[in-house]
């Protein structure tokens, strides 16, 4: 259960106005303070019959205060401000805290929530882009800010904040980016937030990046479906995303119909860097988009000589999961996210695979190498996986299994993968905020990585380990971002032109099965959703005489059985002649 605990007294000199938000395990703590400038702020606590205690001593206006993850607990906790003299120059009033337990969903409108907040909060308040990390100043990041705009949309879905709110965020946001530096239409990867200006990632990359600029197009797609209302302001923000949008010219960037795609143009050294955009990896929306484009289109062609050009294949198993393309075990996590936040690969496939299943398998790979733990890494286990480019110890890295294990658990990698395993990645939640806490928890949510083996823990947010993670949760629950893209009708006719078909094949592999066809959560106390790459064709809800209770033949990501009493019900799910029977408990 989440509670707000509000105290808000005439604002005098010697008055805080306190606001608590309070969870099981920690309370989020900020403070409003209108008189002589403090210094520092002190927070102290006290539990039922006990005198107060300083806690900390904090120079912002907020604190996250944690209480033991074992027990629930009720204290008291006020606020006092200082001067330089360490004299009192203004205290709050006292507030009790209740812990109570929370549910599964009120875990991931929390991890969601605090998440969002990175991209709300933290944006640059020039231009409201991402900024690249929460140390990076005036640098933005164009892909983060793809991922934060969809980031904005779940905002409006949960009701962080309005629907104006939002439009007025991106109004904003989208302004700025008609008059920042463009290379051929294509945005650089970084850009001085206040002014538009390129700003070097590296030495020769000093231009334009097809692989961010796609991030950015995928979250402005989504962003112009989801604003459709007929009054002047939405109307703008559409008119001004497709002005974005057409001008990318992906077709510059075949370096001369060369058959590939290129990352980089730069207009001081050209091609220099000469990086082809080859799969597998998370480039694929790079391909969609480009044969999507209605202005500057590449030919179908390029989805097979560029994007499937290189070593896709793969087509072997891992701990007994086949994964159809891609490196050995899959590679970083983030190939599995990145692409998928606006593309749903869910009852369709290529000629090469259905992207639902690869990921899935891939996710289901990564996790059962840090079950299996070859090099002995502190910690790994089935709660705690997840393997993915982040933050480490030494700056930063592209882990994955084998090659790039260095003990570095990034919270990003399951919890980003919440569409395709919701079971184990809920199990990955419990362990990141329950048993790590303080250490990996703060003000934007689970801090970018740690390293149990060398006692490391991040204190970085990145955006595009931020924003997967809001995302990603939502498509599970409502499939938000993934309709919101996909009803564009260049990406309707993109898929056509690549060959994408229906995938109506017979669920008939047990692991295919196992692992596609979930219920998450159960045990509930709301109702569950379903876990599968195909839609289902019906879905029917019985209770434990055999009575049909529940029944639906158009599933889209709705919660069921939200209004059945507690007890043990089987749910069965039909894909065509093939049927899936799994058990939900309600409590």
Known sequence: MVFWVSVVT????????????????????????????????????????????????????????????????????????LNGLSQPLAVSDTVTVVEEKMTDAALVDMVQEAHFRYFWDFAH?????????????????????????????????????????????????????????????????????????????????????????????????????FFDGSD????????????????????????NNSGILYWHWSPQYQWQINHAI????????????????????????????GWAGGNYK???????????????????????????????????????????????????????????NPLKHKSYSAECWGITASDDPGGYLAHEPVN???????????????????????????????????KLWGQYGFYDAFNPSKNWYASSYLAIDQGPIVVMMQNHKTGLLWNQFMKNDEIKEGLTKIGFVA??????NEVYELNTATLYPSPSSDGFFINTSHLPSRISVI????????????YRGQMMATNLCPGLYFVKIYFGTSVVIRPFVKI
């Open 125 to 225: 308040p020039s231009s409201g882009m991402a900024r690249e990390r929460n140390t990076s100043g005036d640098v933005v990041t164009t892909g983060g800010t793809g991922f934060g705009i969809m980031a904005i949309l779940v905002g409006i879905e949960n009701g962080y904040i309005s629907r104006s709110q939002g439009l007025q965020r991106l109004i904003k946001l989208c302004s700025f980016l008609q008059f920042a530096d463009k290379f051929h239409g294509v945005f650089p990867h970084w850009m001085d937030g206040r002014t538009g200006d390129v700003f070097p990632f590296s030495q020769y990359d000093n231009g334009g990046d097809l692989v961010e600029t796609a991030f950015l197009m995928e979250g402005l797609l989504a962003a112009r479906s």
């Open 10 to 81: 005439a604002l005098a000199q010697n008055h805080l106005s306190l606001e608590i938000k309070s969870f099981e395990r920690h309370a989020a703590i900020g403070w409003n303070h209108s008189g002589e400038a403090a210094t520092y702020f002190q927070i102290f606590t006290a539990e039922e019959g006990e005198d107060f205690k300083e806690v900390f001593k904090s120079t912002s206006d907020s604190y996250l205060h944690f209480t033991d993850a074992n027990t629930l607990e009720n204290y008291r906790i006020y606020v006092r401000a």
């Open 278 to 305: 080859r799969g597998y990896n998370e480039a694929l929306i790079v391909y969609l988009l480009a044969i999507s484009s209605p202005t500057h289109s590449i030919a179908p062609s390029y989805w097979k000589s």
């Open 503 to 508: 995938d109506v094949s017979t669920i008939g």
């Open 404 to 438: 790039r294990d260095n003990g570095t658990i990034s919270p990003t990698a399951a919890l980003s993968s919440w569409p395709y395993t919701p079971t184990y990645s809920m199990d990955a939640l419990k362990y990141f905020y329950f048993k790590e806490g303080e």
């Open 232 to 255: 002047a302001e939405e109307q703008a923000l559409r008119k001004i995303i497709t002005k974005l949008w057409e001008a990318v010219e992906w077709d510059f960037y075949t370096k």
């Open 543 to 554: 209770d434990n005489i055999g009575k049909k209770v529940e029944e639906t033949t158009d």
């Open 314 to 372: 793969n087509g072997l198993s891992y701990y007994s999961l086949p994964l159809p393309v891609g490196p050995a075990y899959g590679g970083p996590l983030f190939f599995a996210h990145y692409s998928y936040l606006g593309f749903d690969p869910r009852g369709i496939k290529d000629a090469y695979c259905n992207y639902f299943y690869q990921n899935t398998q891939h996710t289901l790979i990564n996790r059962a190498y840090c079950i299996s």
